[in-house]
């Protein structure tokens, strides 16, 4: 863990530099404010794009969706309805996954393809069968159905906006067409049988441009937020169900807890193996000379007992902080507050330590507290290069609450190794979290969230 720790913080001598490398390549690529630089981002274009080819697609999904369903539906009283309905579904699927692939490609989505489709027997009913039974596929025909309606309003608000934009905004770049071709003073704003106003004079012209510069500013946030109804639809009817996402979820975190479990076990029979055992060995060879020459040489045979007296201080020592390692007793018997105070005593940082708890957590959840402390306060000590830290502990109703904060250089990232990214892992396979604010020159502070269960 040390070392996985040292390389996210960078080493010794250059602890943290990677943030600001990178703090100052974004730093350079932002000297407009967010609000200037957004209708010339490809982000606002592509998003534009989107929407533009929204409409010829939602006109595509929609007359397919809704012909295949009446058809369907409509024969249903004869023999070629279900396989027609079945056919119209499978259809809407394939346009879906386009869809998807649409999101990806220009809103920079990561949707996940649904589940597929489950056929527990071969042959042409039992696929028509599976794909009636199918909420996905019932998903994907309604996001067809939605999607037409919401994809004209779309198009008619993004194509409205950004064309009055950029005419207003290049309004004094054209307007001598007006009275060069159309026989009037230039962009009539107002007119009746007696009266017309013409955008003409310098000012007018002026106030026209600034009021385009408005509308083409502001653009590219309309889009987005139009987009954004996309994006929900999208991940909502087109993306894998709240329950089969929860699914994957539970099962990637019980990988997590048995690689977990696996990769512990490792380590304590190797800890046992190089450790306790070896010198339980050593100390078995010992004790059976100096039983060889306790009669003839007493004096050798009394240092090689003393020698075996110092191995058997030294196992014992190990088999008690392995013993620690896995699960000390003082958790056990009370609770994480001196737990963690005897954690806190063995760090070379001075630390202070406040635990504000009503009760005692379950054991899982006290373990997995601790052992996250454990390694934070490890970290702080070996490659924070701090002088104090603290930690707090509380419950915030349903969640109990871990902090670590230290006074050191900073520059702590999750992303830079596999320390803290996997201290992450093992707290989000109990639906914990991990955040980590490092900036350059600290201080650190590490939040940590577990679920409350009792």
């Given at each position: ?61 929609f007359t397919y969706a809704v012909t295949m369903l009446s058809l369907g539906a409509g024969l249903l009283v004869t023999f070629l309805g279900v396989p027609v309905l079945a056919a119209g579904l499978a259809g809407c699927r394939g346009l879906g996954a386009l869809e998807r692939t649409r999101a990806r490609a220009l809103l920079g989505m990561k949707v996940a393809d649904p589940e597929p489709l489950r056929v527990r027997k071969s042959g042409l009913w039992a696929w028509m069968g599976a794909v009636l039974k199918s909420g996905t596929s019932w998903r994907h025909l309604l996001y067809a159905v939605l999607h037409f309606p919401w994809a004209v309003f779309s198009f008619a608000v993004a194509v409205s906006f950004w064309t009055y934009g950029w005419a207003l905004l290049t309004y004094p770049l054209w307007f001598w067409l007006f009275p060069m071709y159309g026989g009037q003073d230039g962009l009539q704003l107002y007119g ?263």
């Amino acid at each position: 863990m040390a070392t996985e720790y040292g390389r996210e913080y960078g080493d010794g001598s250059g602890y943290g530099h990677g943030y600001g490398r990178e703090d100052r390549r974004r730093g350079g690529a932002r000297l407009l404010p967010a609000g200037l630089r957004a209708p010339f981002e490809p982000r606002a274009w592509r998003e534009f794009a989107y929407v533009l080819l929204g409409l010829p697609i939602g006109v595509l999904l929609f007359t397919y969706a809704v012909t295949m369903l009446s058809l369907g539906a409509g024969l249903l009283v004869t023999f070629l309805g279900v396989p027609v309905l079945a056919a119209g579904l499978a259809g809407c699927r394939g346009l879906g996954a386009l869809e998807r692939t649409r999101a990806r490609a220009l809103l920079g989505m990561k949707v996940a393809d649904p589940e597929p489709l489950r056929v527990r027997k071969s042959g042409l009913w039992a696929w028509m069968g599976a794909v009636l039974k199918s909420g996905t596929s019932w998903r994907h025909l309604l996001y067809a159905v939605l999607h037409f309606p919401w994809a004209v309003f779309s198009f008619a608000v993004a194509v409205s906006f950004w064309t009055y934009g950029w005419a207003l905004l290049t309004y004094p770049l054209w307007f001598w067409l007006f009275p060069m071709y159309g026989g009037q003073d230039g962009l009539q704003l107002y007119g009746d049988e007696t009266h017309r106003i013409y955008l003409d004079n310098p000012f007018e012209i002026t106030v026209t441009a600034l009021v385009g510069l408005l509308f083409t500013l502001a653009t590219p946030w309309v889009v987005r937020a139009l987009t954004t109804v996309d994006r929900l639809l999208v991940r909502g009817l087109l993306g894998p169900s709240r329950l089969v996402s929860r699914v994957v979820e539970l099962e990637s975190d019980r990988g997590v807890v048995v690689d977990g479990a696996a990769a512990d076990l490792r380590r304590i029979e190797r800890d046992l193996h190089d450790g306790a055992q070896a010198r339980l060995s050593a100390l078995a060879m010992d004790l059976g000379l100096a039983k060889e020459k306790l009669a003839e040489d007493p004096q050798a045979a009394a240092r090689l007992v003393d020698e075996a007296h110092g191995e058997v201080k030294t196992a014992l020592r190990e088999l008690r902080d392995l013993a620690r390692g896995i699960h000390p007793a003082v958790l056990t018997d009370r609770g994480l507050d001196a737990a963690l105070s005897a954690v806190a005593s063995r760090c070379p940082v001075p630390v202070r330590m406040e635990v504000d708890l009503p009760s005692r957590p379950a054991p899982a959840i006290e373990g997995i507290a601790y052992f996250t402390v454990s390694e934070l306060l490890q970290n702080v000590g070996r490659h924070s290069g701090a002088r104090s830290a603290s930690v707090d502990v509380w419950r915030s109703e349903n969640r109990l609450m871990l902090q670590v904060v230290d006074d050191g250089v900073g520059g702590a990232d999750p992303a830079g190794g596999t320390g803290l990214a996997g201290l992450a892992e093992r707290l989000d396979a109990v639906d914990g979290v991990l955040v980590v604010d490092s900036p350059p020159g600290g201080p650190t502070r590490v939040t940590a969230e577990l679920p409350w269960r009792t």
